[in-house]
C-alpha cells in the first residue's frame, strides 16, 4: 500500500512539475500543488543552469539565430534575470530534504525495536 501512495505522490509532483504538462494549462484550484513538486524546483534549476546566455544558431558558419535560450525560459514562465532565482530552487529543494531526512529519522526513533 504505500509503495502505491509514493508511487502517487511521484506522478502528483512530476504533473505539477510544470515539466509534462504547461502549469497554465491546470485549472486555477490545483496549481497550488506546483509549490510542494520537487520536481519542480529541480527541472527550473536545470532549465535556468543549461538555457540563460545561450543562443541558438543553425550552423556555426551563419549568423542566422532564431532563438535564444532567454526566449525558452520566458516561454516556460521561469524567472532567470539574477543569481537568486537559481539559488531559491536549491534553497527550496534543500528544505525539502532536510523535512523528509527529519520525518524519516522521527519515524525510524518510534519504531519498535526487537531484540
Known amino acids: 500500500v504505500s509503495l502505491i501512495i509514493v508511487v502517487f505522490i511521484f506522478v502528483l509532483m512530476m504533473v505539477f512539475s510544470g515539466f509534462l504538462i504547461d502549469l497554465n494549462s491546470i485549472f486555477s484550484f490545483l496549481r497550488w500543488i506546483q509549490w510542494l513538486s520537487a520536481f519542480r524546483y529541480a527541472t527550473n534549476l536545470l532549465t535556468i543552469n543549461e538555457f540563460r546566455n545561450l543562443t541558438f544558431c543553425l550552423s556555426n558558419n551563419t549568423q542566422?539565430?532564431?532563438?535564444?535560450?532567454?526566449?525558452?525560459?520566458?516561454q516556460r514562465d521561469i524567472t532567470?534575470?539574477?543569481?537568486?532565482?537559481?539559488?531559491?530552487?536549491?534553497?527550496?529543494?534543500?528544505i525539502m530534504i532536510?523535512?523528509?531526512?527529519?520525518?524519516?529519522?522521527?519515524q525510524l526513533i518510534r519504531m519498535k525495536k526487537v531484540k
Open 98 to 106: 532536510i523535512m523528509f531526512l527529519s520525518i524519516a529519522f522521527i
Open 80 to 94: 532567470y534575470t539574477n543569481n537568486w532565482d537559481i539559488w531559491k530552487n536549491l534553497l527550496a529543494l534543500s
Open 64 to 74: 542566422i539565430c532564431p532563438i535564444t535560450g532567454e526566449e525558452i525560459l520566458k
